[in-house]
């Protein structure tokens, strides 16, 4: 899930945006002092932060700080009063994006969406397809992405959940999905994923551990692309996903 740093006086307006971003992000709210500020976006490293009614004097230091040590950073500036000279200049800078009174729930989010959206880093400068591992176990998920990193790019989840929303932010090509996690299991997450226009068309592999006859037809009739069971053998598991891929 991307991370939002929303700046402000903490008043009704904060927690208003707040509320209309946290369904699609995580909110950490901030006040508006420099070294909050400093402190908070090292400790959430956000992928963009907000600035809540620009006020253009006492700012201007925390503006400074963005541009020099994060000026990667989006900021996005919900202006407070009309347009002046000085919030000109500022927006001539490609880091810094404003909204203008008065701001509902769907305006800020395309808004947010959109400057996530062009942050995104090119799927395949790494000439790789990218795989997301998912499984409660940590050991298996390091295991699992020893065998694949040389080959692919290896995104991993913990849990159905997180799942979910990585596949949004990092549209994988492929899903080795364990069947048997607690919470939100891997059939569960595979019929979330066929219910979704942007997801049902990523081939999913599950992982199992249980190879009985009846288990295994149990996993077969949710139709995944393939399923492995565990542990497995590296060449095994490249062959698979080979043979899913289409490589």
Sequence with gaps: MKKILLIGDLGNTEKNLSEYLSDEYQVQLCTKQLDNVQAMTGILKPDLAILSHLEEEN???????????????????????????????????????????????????????QLLQSGKPNRYASGKKKVLI???????????????????DVVLATSGRQALNTIVQEEPDLVLLDYEMPEMNGREVFEAMLADEDMKHIPVVFLTSVS???????????????????????????????EVLKE
């Design 59 to 113: 700012d201007q230091p925390l503006l400074d700080w963005f541009h020099e040590k994060h000026e990667k950073l989006p900021v996005l500036i919900v202006l407070g009063s009309r347009e002046t000279q000085q919030h000109k200049e500022l927006f001539e800078k490609e880091q810094f994006k404003k909204m203008t009174p008065p701001v509902n729930k769907t305006t800020l989010l395309n808004k947010c969406r």
């Design 134 to 152: 998912v499984d409660d176990t940590p050991v298996m998920l390091r295991n699992f992405k020893n065998m694949l990193e040389s080959t692919y």
């Design 212 to 242: 009985d006859r009846k288990a295994v037809f149990s996993i077969l009739q949710s139709k995944p692309a393939g399923y492995i069971l565990k542990p497995t053998e590296q060449e095994k598991l490249l062959g698979t996903i080979r």
